[in-house]
Protein backbone atom coordinates (compact mmCIF):
# COMPACT_ATOMS: atom_id res chain seq x y z
CA UNK A 1 0.00 0.00 0.00
CA UNK A 2 1.48 3.07 -0.64
CA UNK A 3 2.35 5.52 2.12
CA UNK A 4 0.77 9.01 1.21
CA UNK A 5 0.49 10.81 4.62
CA UNK A 6 2.68 12.54 7.57
CA UNK A 7 1.25 12.95 10.71
CA UNK A 8 2.69 15.47 12.63
CA UNK A 9 1.47 15.79 16.33
CA UNK A 10 2.43 19.34 18.03
CA UNK A 11 2.04 19.12 21.85
CA UNK A 12 1.81 22.45 23.16
CA UNK A 13 1.61 24.52 25.75
CA UNK A 14 -1.91 25.08 25.37
CA UNK A 15 -3.11 22.54 23.34
CA UNK A 16 -2.36 19.33 21.38
CA UNK A 17 -2.18 20.30 17.63
CA UNK A 18 -2.58 17.27 15.32
CA UNK A 19 -1.64 17.90 10.87
CA UNK A 20 -2.53 15.57 8.45
CA UNK A 21 -0.08 16.16 5.69
CA UNK A 22 0.44 15.03 2.16
CA UNK A 23 3.60 14.62 0.52
CA UNK A 24 3.77 17.87 -0.69
CA UNK A 25 3.31 19.52 2.80
CA UNK A 26 -0.51 20.34 1.79
CA UNK A 27 -2.29 20.14 4.95
CA UNK A 28 -5.13 17.54 4.38
CA UNK A 29 -6.69 17.91 8.27
CA UNK A 30 -6.46 19.32 11.40
CA UNK A 31 -7.26 18.61 14.94
CA UNK A 32 -6.93 20.47 18.13
CA UNK A 33 -7.82 19.64 22.08
CA UNK A 34 -7.14 22.73 24.60
CA UNK A 35 -5.90 21.46 27.82
CA UNK A 36 -5.73 23.90 30.90
CA UNK A 37 -3.20 24.90 32.92
CA UNK A 38 -3.37 24.31 36.54
CA UNK A 39 -2.10 27.79 39.00
CA UNK A 40 -3.80 27.08 41.90
CA UNK A 41 -0.57 29.76 43.32
CA UNK A 42 0.92 32.30 41.08
CA UNK A 43 4.53 29.96 41.29
CA UNK A 44 2.53 27.01 40.02
CA UNK A 45 1.77 26.09 36.62
CA UNK A 46 0.94 21.98 35.91
CA UNK A 47 -0.52 20.14 33.63
CA UNK A 48 -2.71 16.61 33.74
CA UNK A 49 -0.15 14.46 32.07
CA UNK A 50 -3.09 12.01 30.95
CA UNK A 51 -5.26 14.83 29.75
CA UNK A 52 -2.48 15.66 26.93
CA UNK A 53 -1.66 11.86 26.08
CA UNK A 54 -5.48 11.68 25.78
CA UNK A 55 -5.37 14.54 23.73
CA UNK A 56 -2.45 13.32 21.49
CA UNK A 57 -4.36 10.02 21.08
CA UNK A 58 -7.60 11.82 20.12
CA UNK A 59 -5.65 14.34 17.75
CA UNK A 60 -4.47 11.29 15.50
CA UNK A 61 -7.72 9.64 15.41
CA UNK A 62 -9.36 12.56 14.17
CA UNK A 63 -6.95 13.29 11.65
CA UNK A 64 -6.77 10.00 10.36
CA UNK A 65 -11.04 9.78 10.26
CA UNK A 66 -11.31 13.12 8.87
CA UNK A 67 -8.77 12.40 5.89
CA UNK A 68 -10.40 8.48 5.10
CA UNK A 69 -6.74 7.53 5.84
CA UNK A 70 -5.89 3.84 5.63
CA UNK A 71 -4.07 1.83 8.03
CA UNK A 72 -0.93 1.45 6.33
CA UNK A 73 -1.30 4.80 4.23
CA UNK A 74 0.56 6.58 7.01
CA UNK A 75 4.55 6.90 6.30
CA UNK A 76 4.95 7.81 10.38
CA UNK A 77 3.58 9.93 12.53
CA UNK A 78 6.30 13.06 13.74
CA UNK A 79 6.61 14.57 17.08
CA UNK A 80 7.01 17.79 18.21
CA UNK A 81 6.26 19.36 21.88
CA UNK A 82 6.97 22.17 24.38
CA UNK A 83 10.17 22.24 25.90
CA UNK A 84 11.32 22.50 29.79
CA UNK A 85 8.18 19.95 31.19
CA UNK A 86 9.38 17.69 33.97
CA UNK A 87 6.95 14.74 35.67
CA UNK A 88 8.15 12.24 37.62
CA UNK A 89 7.04 8.84 37.34
CA UNK A 90 7.33 5.55 39.27
CA UNK A 91 7.98 2.03 37.86
CA UNK A 92 4.89 1.73 36.07
CA UNK A 93 4.95 4.89 34.66
CA UNK A 94 2.36 6.62 36.71
CA UNK A 95 2.77 10.00 37.31
CA UNK A 96 4.33 11.06 40.93
CA UNK A 97 3.55 14.92 40.04
CA UNK A 98 1.80 16.71 37.64
CA UNK A 99 3.47 17.78 34.64
CA UNK A 100 5.45 20.98 35.31
CA UNK A 101 5.10 23.55 32.86
CA UNK A 102 8.21 26.00 31.71
CA UNK A 103 6.05 28.51 33.15
CA UNK A 104 6.15 27.37 36.54
CA UNK A 105 8.54 29.40 38.75
CA UNK A 106 8.93 27.39 41.92
CA UNK A 107 12.81 26.96 41.37
CA UNK A 108 13.21 30.96 40.98
CA UNK A 109 15.25 30.64 44.06
CA UNK A 110 18.03 28.72 42.63
CA UNK A 111 18.67 31.08 39.29
CA UNK A 112 20.93 32.60 42.05
CA UNK A 113 22.51 29.58 44.06
CA UNK A 114 23.85 28.59 40.29
CA UNK A 115 24.80 31.54 39.27
CA UNK A 116 26.74 32.46 42.42
CA UNK A 117 28.24 29.33 41.85
CA UNK A 118 31.43 29.62 39.43
CA UNK A 119 30.26 25.50 38.08
CA UNK A 120 27.09 27.74 37.56
CA UNK A 121 27.81 29.55 34.10
CA UNK A 122 30.04 26.35 33.29
CA UNK A 123 26.83 24.31 33.09
CA UNK A 124 25.09 26.89 31.13
CA UNK A 125 27.97 27.03 28.43
CA UNK A 126 28.21 23.19 28.45
CA UNK A 127 24.35 22.87 28.64
CA UNK A 128 22.98 25.66 26.20
CA UNK A 129 19.81 26.64 28.80
CA UNK A 130 19.38 29.73 30.28
CA UNK A 131 19.96 29.60 34.25
CA UNK A 132 16.18 29.70 34.57
CA UNK A 133 13.44 28.57 36.80
CA UNK A 134 12.07 27.19 33.45
CA UNK A 135 15.08 24.69 33.38
CA UNK A 136 14.54 21.29 34.90
CA UNK A 137 17.64 21.57 35.84
CA UNK A 138 16.60 23.66 38.73
CA UNK A 139 13.28 22.47 39.33
CA UNK A 140 15.44 19.06 40.18
CA UNK A 141 17.44 21.13 42.74
CA UNK A 142 13.99 22.17 43.66
CA UNK A 143 13.16 18.46 43.99
CA UNK A 144 15.78 17.48 45.69
CA UNK A 145 15.21 20.31 48.63
CA UNK A 146 11.64 20.22 48.91
CA UNK A 147 10.13 16.97 48.31
CA UNK A 148 13.44 14.70 48.91
CA UNK A 149 11.74 11.49 49.55
CA UNK A 150 10.12 11.67 46.22
CA UNK A 151 13.24 12.97 44.49
CA UNK A 152 15.30 10.01 46.09
CA UNK A 153 12.39 7.77 45.10
CA UNK A 154 11.04 8.64 41.49
CA UNK A 155 11.87 5.74 38.94
CA UNK A 156 12.10 8.64 36.27
CA UNK A 157 11.86 12.30 35.70
CA UNK A 158 10.78 13.06 32.19
CA UNK A 159 8.93 15.22 29.85
CA UNK A 160 5.61 15.50 28.44
CA UNK A 161 7.07 14.04 24.97
CA UNK A 162 8.58 10.80 26.80
CA UNK A 163 5.51 10.50 28.68
CA UNK A 164 3.59 9.84 25.38
CA UNK A 165 6.07 7.58 24.01
CA UNK A 166 6.77 5.65 27.33
CA UNK A 167 2.65 4.97 27.44
CA UNK A 168 2.31 3.87 24.00
CA UNK A 169 5.67 1.57 23.95
CA UNK A 170 6.38 1.52 27.04
CA UNK A 171 10.65 2.62 26.72
CA UNK A 172 12.02 5.64 28.23
CA UNK A 173 13.29 8.00 25.69
CA UNK A 174 14.53 11.36 25.02
CA UNK A 175 15.16 12.98 21.39
CA UNK A 176 18.29 15.07 21.73
CA UNK A 177 16.10 18.54 21.15
CA UNK A 178 14.04 18.20 24.06
CA UNK A 179 17.14 16.77 26.49
CA UNK A 180 19.05 19.95 24.86
CA UNK A 181 16.47 22.24 26.67
CA UNK A 182 16.50 20.14 29.97
CA UNK A 183 19.93 22.26 31.43
CA UNK A 184 21.50 18.71 32.00
CA UNK A 185 22.68 17.54 28.53
CA UNK A 186 26.15 18.92 27.23
CA UNK A 187 25.67 19.43 23.58
CA UNK A 188 29.32 18.44 22.49
CA UNK A 189 29.23 15.32 23.72
CA UNK A 190 25.54 14.62 23.08
CA UNK A 191 24.66 12.82 26.24
CA UNK A 192 23.87 13.74 30.03
CA UNK A 193 26.58 16.11 31.61
CA UNK A 194 27.96 14.87 34.32
CA UNK A 195 28.80 18.11 36.12
CA UNK A 196 25.21 19.16 35.71
CA UNK A 197 23.55 15.92 37.14
CA UNK A 198 25.93 16.39 40.25
CA UNK A 199 25.11 20.03 40.55
CA UNK A 200 21.05 18.53 41.24
CA UNK A 201 21.78 14.96 42.18
CA UNK A 202 19.70 13.11 39.93
CA UNK A 203 20.78 9.99 38.90
CA UNK A 204 21.50 8.95 35.66
CA UNK A 205 19.23 6.32 35.41
CA UNK A 206 16.51 8.54 36.62
CA UNK A 207 16.33 10.01 32.77
CA UNK A 208 15.97 8.96 29.88
CA UNK A 209 17.91 7.18 27.05
CA UNK A 210 19.12 10.22 24.83
CA UNK A 211 18.62 9.37 20.62
CA UNK A 212 18.64 11.05 17.62
CA UNK A 213 15.49 13.49 16.85
CA UNK A 214 14.91 11.20 13.86
CA UNK A 215 15.04 8.05 16.04
CA UNK A 216 12.33 5.89 15.02
CA UNK A 217 9.95 3.33 17.31
CA UNK A 218 7.25 0.98 15.56
CA UNK A 219 5.18 -1.75 17.19
CA UNK A 220 2.05 -0.19 18.54
CA UNK A 221 0.19 -2.66 20.59
CA UNK A 222 -2.95 -4.14 18.27
CA UNK A 223 -5.80 -2.58 19.86
CA UNK A 224 -3.95 0.87 20.47
CA UNK A 225 -3.12 0.74 16.73
CA UNK A 226 -6.84 -0.66 15.89
CA UNK A 227 -8.58 2.56 18.33
CA UNK A 228 -5.99 4.99 16.10
CA UNK A 229 -6.91 3.34 12.74
CA UNK A 230 -3.61 2.82 12.37
CA UNK A 231 -1.30 -0.12 11.39
CA UNK A 232 1.03 -1.47 14.16
CA UNK A 233 4.37 -1.06 12.47
CA UNK A 234 3.37 2.31 11.27
CA UNK A 235 6.77 4.53 12.26
CA UNK A 236 7.01 6.68 15.19
CA UNK A 237 9.09 9.60 14.93
CA UNK A 238 10.01 10.68 18.68
CA UNK A 239 10.67 14.10 16.93
CA UNK A 240 12.12 17.70 18.54
CA UNK A 241 11.22 20.56 20.75
CA UNK A 242 8.38 23.37 18.63
CA UNK A 243 11.30 25.92 19.14
CA UNK A 244 13.30 23.97 16.94
CA UNK A 245 11.13 22.61 14.33
CA UNK A 246 9.34 26.66 14.14
CA UNK A 247 12.72 27.51 12.01
CA UNK A 248 12.26 24.58 9.71
CA UNK A 249 8.95 24.59 9.59
CA UNK A 250 9.31 28.57 8.20
CA UNK A 251 12.31 27.64 6.53
CA UNK A 252 13.88 30.04 8.22
CA UNK A 253 17.80 28.17 8.39
CA UNK A 254 20.34 29.79 6.21
CA UNK A 255 22.86 31.95 7.75
CA UNK A 256 21.32 35.63 8.48
CA UNK A 257 17.86 34.34 8.31
CA UNK A 258 16.29 34.68 11.98
CA UNK A 259 12.93 33.89 12.61
CA UNK A 260 10.99 36.15 14.58
CA UNK A 261 7.51 34.66 16.47
CA UNK A 262 5.34 37.38 18.49
CA UNK A 263 2.06 35.38 20.15
CA UNK A 264 1.56 36.03 23.39
CA UNK A 265 5.15 35.97 24.50
CA UNK A 266 8.02 36.38 22.04
CA UNK A 267 11.23 34.34 20.40
CA UNK A 268 13.86 35.59 18.38
CA UNK A 269 15.82 32.41 16.53
CA UNK A 270 18.78 31.34 14.01
CA UNK A 271 20.32 27.87 12.85
CA UNK A 272 24.01 27.78 13.07
CA UNK A 273 25.76 24.21 12.01
CA UNK A 274 27.35 23.62 15.48
CA UNK A 275 26.50 24.11 18.93
CA UNK A 276 27.09 27.79 20.40
CA UNK A 277 27.27 29.18 23.91
CA UNK A 278 26.42 32.96 24.69
CA UNK A 279 29.71 33.78 27.34
CA UNK A 280 27.31 36.37 28.53
CA UNK A 281 24.58 33.59 28.94
CA UNK A 282 22.16 35.78 27.44
CA UNK A 283 20.99 33.29 24.59
CA UNK A 284 19.81 29.62 24.06
CA UNK A 285 21.76 26.75 21.71
CA UNK A 286 18.95 24.03 21.63
CA UNK A 287 19.73 21.10 18.98
CA UNK A 288 17.50 19.27 16.18
CA UNK A 289 20.20 17.42 14.55
CA UNK A 290 24.25 17.21 14.89
CA UNK A 291 24.46 20.26 12.04
CA UNK A 292 21.48 22.39 12.61
CA UNK A 293 20.88 23.88 15.80
CA UNK A 294 19.15 26.69 16.74
CA UNK A 295 20.70 30.11 19.01
CA UNK A 296 18.18 32.33 20.25
CA UNK A 297 16.34 34.21 22.95
CA UNK A 298 12.59 34.42 24.32
CA UNK A 299 11.12 37.24 25.62
CA UNK A 300 8.19 37.69 28.04
CA UNK A 301 6.30 40.33 26.78
CA UNK A 302 5.26 39.98 23.23
CA UNK A 303 1.41 40.44 21.93
CA UNK A 304 1.07 40.11 25.42
CA UNK A 305 1.56 44.09 25.97
CA UNK A 306 -1.00 44.69 23.04
CA UNK A 307 -3.70 43.04 25.20
CA UNK A 308 -2.60 44.99 27.61
CA UNK A 309 -3.30 48.27 25.79
CA UNK A 310 -6.80 46.92 24.41
CA UNK A 311 -7.88 45.52 27.41
CA UNK A 312 -6.62 48.43 30.50
CA UNK A 313 -5.16 51.24 28.45
CA UNK A 314 -7.31 51.64 25.79
CA UNK A 315 -10.57 50.38 26.14
CA UNK A 316 -12.67 53.29 24.68
CA UNK A 317 -10.78 53.36 21.84
CA UNK A 318 -11.19 49.52 21.16
CA UNK A 319 -14.39 49.42 21.84
CA UNK A 320 -15.16 52.36 19.45
CA UNK A 321 -13.38 49.88 16.84
CA UNK A 322 -15.98 47.10 18.05
CA UNK A 323 -18.76 49.84 16.99
CA UNK A 324 -17.75 50.47 14.05
CA UNK A 325 -16.94 46.41 13.46
CA UNK A 326 -13.22 45.99 13.33
CA UNK A 327 -11.18 43.54 14.91
CA UNK A 328 -9.70 45.96 18.12
CA UNK A 329 -6.14 45.44 17.49
CA UNK A 330 -6.54 46.69 14.10
CA UNK A 331 -8.59 50.37 15.10
CA UNK A 332 -5.40 50.51 17.73
CA UNK A 333 -2.89 49.96 15.31
CA UNK A 334 -4.93 52.36 12.65
CA UNK A 335 -4.86 55.36 15.73
CA UNK A 336 -1.23 54.67 16.22
CA UNK A 337 -0.38 55.01 12.35
CA UNK A 338 -1.62 58.35 12.56
CA UNK A 339 1.30 59.53 15.02
CA UNK A 340 4.71 59.69 13.62
CA UNK A 341 7.08 57.12 13.73
CA UNK A 342 8.81 57.45 17.46
CA UNK A 343 5.78 58.40 19.08
CA UNK A 344 7.13 61.87 19.63
CA UNK A 345 9.95 60.76 21.64
CA UNK A 346 7.79 58.89 23.98
CA UNK A 347 9.51 55.45 25.11
CA UNK A 348 7.56 52.57 26.55
CA UNK A 349 9.83 49.59 28.31
CA UNK A 350 7.10 46.49 27.69
CA UNK A 351 8.90 44.72 30.95
CA UNK A 352 5.24 44.43 32.65
CA UNK A 353 6.20 40.38 33.32
CA UNK A 354 9.38 40.76 33.93
CA UNK A 355 12.16 39.61 31.54
CA UNK A 356 13.83 36.92 29.34
CA UNK A 357 16.21 37.62 27.41
CA UNK A 358 18.89 39.06 26.49
CA UNK A 359 19.20 40.29 30.41
CA UNK A 360 17.01 37.81 32.45
CA UNK A 361 15.66 40.09 34.67
CA UNK A 362 12.62 38.74 36.82
CA UNK A 363 12.33 41.97 38.29
CA UNK A 364 12.10 44.68 35.19
CA UNK A 365 8.92 46.31 35.57
CA UNK A 366 7.32 48.80 32.55
CA UNK A 367 7.94 52.36 32.31
CA UNK A 368 6.86 55.06 29.78
CA UNK A 369 9.39 57.14 29.43
CA UNK A 370 9.36 61.01 28.16
CA UNK A 371 5.92 61.61 28.68
CA UNK A 372 4.82 65.27 28.08
CA UNK A 373 1.31 67.27 27.79
CA UNK A 374 2.17 66.83 23.42
CA UNK A 375 1.36 63.33 23.88
CA UNK A 376 -2.17 61.75 23.31
CA UNK A 377 -3.61 58.07 23.49
CA UNK A 378 -2.46 57.32 20.00
CA UNK A 379 1.03 58.13 20.90
CA UNK A 380 0.83 55.79 23.84
CA UNK A 381 -0.49 53.12 21.48
CA UNK A 382 1.93 53.66 19.38
CA UNK A 383 4.82 53.36 21.67
CA UNK A 384 3.86 49.99 23.06
CA UNK A 385 3.69 48.33 19.75
CA UNK A 386 7.40 50.29 19.19
CA UNK A 387 8.42 49.03 23.05
CA UNK A 388 8.26 45.90 22.00
CA UNK A 389 10.04 45.78 18.47
CA UNK A 390 13.14 47.45 20.63
CA UNK A 391 13.26 44.05 23.06
CA UNK A 392 13.23 42.46 19.81
CA UNK A 393 16.18 44.21 18.64
CA UNK A 394 17.99 43.73 21.79
CA UNK A 395 17.45 39.84 21.26
CA UNK A 396 18.28 40.16 17.43
CA UNK A 397 21.36 42.61 17.86
CA UNK A 398 22.90 39.43 20.58
CA UNK A 399 21.95 37.13 18.40
CA UNK A 400 24.29 38.63 15.92
CA UNK A 401 27.23 38.31 17.55
CA UNK A 402 27.06 34.89 18.17
CA UNK A 403 25.83 34.14 14.37
CA UNK A 404 26.47 36.66 12.20
CA UNK A 405 24.56 39.88 10.45
CA UNK A 406 20.55 39.78 9.70
CA UNK A 407 20.02 39.38 5.77
CA UNK A 408 16.48 38.80 6.55
CA UNK A 409 13.53 38.72 9.28
CA UNK A 410 10.72 35.74 9.22
CA UNK A 411 8.09 37.03 11.32
CA UNK A 412 4.87 34.51 12.56
CA UNK A 413 2.43 34.51 15.05
CA UNK A 414 -0.58 36.67 16.03
CA UNK A 415 1.41 39.91 15.27
CA UNK A 416 2.07 39.32 11.65
CA UNK A 417 -1.20 40.05 11.07
CA UNK A 418 -1.00 43.61 11.26
CA UNK A 419 1.06 45.22 7.82
CA UNK A 420 1.88 48.04 10.16
CA UNK A 421 3.83 46.08 13.04
CA UNK A 422 5.33 43.94 10.57
CA UNK A 423 6.94 47.52 8.57
CA UNK A 424 7.44 48.90 12.66
CA UNK A 425 10.06 45.77 12.85
CA UNK A 426 11.48 46.08 9.49
CA UNK A 427 12.07 50.04 10.41
CA UNK A 428 13.30 48.89 13.92
CA UNK A 429 15.57 46.19 12.68
CA UNK A 430 16.73 47.87 9.84
CA UNK A 431 15.72 44.30 7.71
CA UNK A 432 14.00 42.93 4.95
CA UNK A 433 10.95 40.94 6.72
CA UNK A 434 9.08 38.14 5.18
CA UNK A 435 5.84 36.44 6.26
CA UNK A 436 5.58 32.57 5.21
CA UNK A 437 2.43 31.20 4.66
CA UNK A 438 2.32 28.68 6.73
CA UNK A 439 1.11 29.26 10.25
CA UNK A 440 1.51 26.02 11.61
CA UNK A 441 5.86 26.19 11.83
CA UNK A 442 6.47 23.40 14.35
CA UNK A 443 4.00 20.87 13.03
CA UNK A 444 5.41 21.52 9.58
CA UNK A 445 8.81 21.01 10.94
CA UNK A 446 8.11 18.02 12.48
CA UNK A 447 6.38 16.81 9.29
CA UNK A 448 9.76 17.46 7.09
CA UNK A 449 11.71 16.00 10.13
CA UNK A 450 9.40 12.88 9.52
CA UNK A 451 10.16 12.76 5.88
CA UNK A 452 13.89 12.48 6.84
CA UNK A 453 13.68 9.84 9.44
CA UNK A 454 12.60 7.81 7.02
CA UNK A 455 14.78 8.69 4.21
CA UNK A 456 12.38 10.10 2.11
CA UNK A 457 14.43 13.02 1.80
CA UNK A 458 17.83 13.35 1.91
CA UNK A 459 18.08 16.92 3.17
CA UNK A 460 16.00 19.81 4.44
CA UNK A 461 15.93 21.91 0.89
CA UNK A 462 12.53 20.80 0.22
CA UNK A 463 11.44 22.78 3.08
CA UNK A 464 11.24 26.10 0.68
CA UNK A 465 8.97 24.35 -1.74
CA UNK A 466 6.97 23.60 1.37
CA UNK A 467 6.85 26.77 2.66
CA UNK A 468 6.89 29.91 0.35
CA UNK A 469 7.27 33.51 1.40
CA UNK A 470 3.51 34.73 1.16
CA UNK A 471 5.25 38.85 1.06
CA UNK A 472 7.86 40.85 2.00
CA UNK A 473 8.20 44.24 3.30
CA UNK A 474 11.77 46.36 3.21
CA UNK A 475 12.94 48.66 6.03
CA UNK A 476 12.63 52.62 5.42
CA UNK A 477 16.29 53.96 6.11
CA UNK A 478 14.76 57.82 7.03
CA UNK A 479 12.61 56.11 9.34
CA UNK A 480 14.95 53.32 10.62
CA UNK A 481 17.33 56.38 11.81
CA UNK A 482 14.45 57.78 14.07
CA UNK A 483 14.18 54.21 15.59
CA UNK A 484 18.45 54.07 16.05
CA UNK A 485 18.02 57.39 18.20
CA UNK A 486 15.48 55.68 20.41
CA UNK A 487 17.12 52.14 20.49
CA UNK A 488 20.19 53.67 21.78
CA UNK A 489 17.73 56.01 24.51
CA UNK A 490 15.91 53.11 25.18
CA UNK A 491 18.41 50.89 26.27
CA UNK A 492 20.81 53.24 28.52
CA UNK A 493 16.75 53.76 30.02
CA UNK A 494 16.92 49.91 31.39
CA UNK A 495 20.41 49.65 32.41
CA UNK A 496 19.98 53.28 34.35
CA UNK A 497 16.51 51.49 36.20
CA UNK A 498 18.39 48.48 36.86
CA UNK A 499 18.46 48.92 40.74
CA UNK A 500 14.82 50.70 41.02
CA UNK A 501 13.64 47.68 39.45
CA UNK A 502 14.66 45.34 42.21
CA UNK A 503 13.12 47.79 44.53
CA UNK A 504 9.88 47.94 43.18
CA UNK A 505 9.86 44.43 42.59
CA UNK A 506 10.68 44.12 46.36
CA UNK A 507 7.71 46.53 47.10
CA UNK A 508 5.11 45.16 45.37
CA UNK A 509 6.25 41.41 46.71
CA UNK A 510 6.01 42.97 50.29
CA UNK A 511 2.13 44.25 49.18
CA UNK A 512 1.99 40.99 47.54
CA UNK A 513 0.92 42.93 44.48
CA UNK A 514 2.64 40.47 41.77
P1 LIG B 1 -0.66 32.66 21.18
O1 LIG B 1 0.62 33.06 21.83
O2 LIG B 1 -1.74 32.42 22.19
O3 LIG B 1 -0.52 31.58 20.14
P2 LIG B 1 -1.26 34.46 18.91
O4 LIG B 1 -0.11 33.97 18.10
O5 LIG B 1 -2.65 34.28 18.38
O6 LIG B 1 -1.20 33.98 20.43
O7 LIG B 1 -1.01 36.03 19.14
C1 LIG B 1 -1.84 36.81 19.90
C2 LIG B 1 -1.28 38.23 19.88
O8 LIG B 1 -1.15 38.66 18.53
C3 LIG B 1 -2.19 39.22 20.53
O9 LIG B 1 -1.94 39.34 21.92
C4 LIG B 1 -1.83 40.52 19.79
O10 LIG B 1 -0.72 41.14 20.40
C5 LIG B 1 -1.38 40.06 18.42
N1 LIG B 1 -2.44 40.27 17.41
C6 LIG B 1 -3.50 39.49 17.14
N2 LIG B 1 -4.25 40.03 16.15
C7 LIG B 1 -3.64 41.18 15.78
C8 LIG B 1 -3.91 42.20 14.82
N3 LIG B 1 -4.98 42.15 14.03
N4 LIG B 1 -3.05 43.24 14.77
C9 LIG B 1 -1.96 43.32 15.57
N5 LIG B 1 -1.67 42.38 16.48
C10 LIG B 1 -2.48 41.33 16.60
Redesign the pocket.
Known amino acids: MHKSYIIAADIGT ?1 SAKTLLFDRSGHILATHAVEYPLHTPRPDIAEQDPEEIYQAVLAGIQSVVRQGAVNAGEVLCVSFSSAMHSLIAVDDACRPLTACITWADNRSVGYVKTLKDLAAGHEIYMRTGTPIHPMSPLLKLMWFRDNRPDLFASAHKFIGIKEYVFARLFGEYIIDHSIASCTGLFNLRQLDWDVGALAACGVRRDQLSLPVPTTHIVQGLNPADAASLGLAPDTAFVVGASDGVLANLGAAAFEPGVYAV ?5 GAVRGVVREPVTDPKGRLFCYALKEDFWVVGGAINN ?6 WV ?1 DQLATAEAEEGRRLGM ?1 P ?2 Y ?2 KLASEVEPGSGGLIFLPLLAGERAPYWNANARGVFFGLSLYHQKPHMIRSVLEGVMYRIHSVVRALEELSGPTLEIRAS ?3 A ?2 E ?2 LQMMADVLGSRVSVPNTIEASGAGAALLGLLATGEIADFSGAHEWVKVHHTLQADPKTGDIYDELTTIYNRVYHQLKGEFDAIAAFQQKYTLT
Not at 261 to 265: A, M
Request: aromatic share 20%; charged share 20%; proline share 0%.
Open positions: TTIGTSGGIMFRRDYDLTGGFRSFW
